[in-house]
């Protein structure tokens, strides 16, 4: 029985061994055209992040208490490299994320009915 078990383990292991190396060799089945389409993706991605922050409101009247144009601004941002963009495109995420807000306020409420509870227990008892 072990040599059975021993002799399976042993083809399969040569079956991987000299499998592994002749799959390296097959061509590529992704064309080169969707490969520098995704490099290219992310970049597009970051000018529309920036461009959807540029056309939020609170965004715009800021830029209108400052003496700035919206398009002007939008414009420029289309001007910019790779990298700027990207640091650009980031803090604008994060700027939507704040304005929109998020669990912090649920924890806050959630905390303050704890707590209110509470001084109702002690006051009860």
């Given at each position: ?43 597009n ?46 803090r ?24 209110g ?9």
């Open positions: 029985m072990f040599k059975y078990i021993a002799s399976a383990g042993a083809l399969v292991a040569a079956t991987i061994i000299t499998a592994a190396p002749l799959s390296a060799q097959a061509p590529s089945t992704v064309q080169r055209g969707l490969l520098e389409a995704a490099v290219v993706a992310p970049a991605g970051d000018a529309e992040s920036v461009q959807r922050w540029l056309r939020s409101d609170l965004v715009g009247g800021v830029a209108r208490n400052l003496g700035a144009d919206v398009g002007e601004l939008a414009a420029r941002v289309a001007t910019l490299d790779a990298t700027a963009m990207h640091d650009l495109a980031e604008a995420r994060a700027d939507e994320q704040n304005l929109a807000g998020g669990d912090s306020t649920v924890v806050i409420s959630t905390t303050a009915i704890i707590i509870l509470l001084i109702l227990i002690l006051l009860t008892s």
